[in-house]
């Protein structure tokens, strides 16, 4: 199914994506969103996996379904 809406974006640079789009795809409050552009398209993906602690994308290290990035991991063996 493709879901098209049209949006406006404010002065703060946000738009709202949809109910239905977010529901579909599993989209939710909290949740982090990659987001690239090129010198026409922006698109928008929700993030596979991201750190616990900093939202960190990348290097990151699974532990029982939950990610840590490793600058994270580090900081907690530290304490
Ligand atoms: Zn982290």
Redesign the pocket.
Known sequence: MIYTNFREIDKAGRIVISKDIRRHLNINAGDILQINADDECITIKKAEAK?V????LEDLIELDGKH??R??LKKLNEQ
Do not use: G, I, R, V
């Open positions: 750190c602690f900093c939202n960190a840590t990035c600058d994270c």
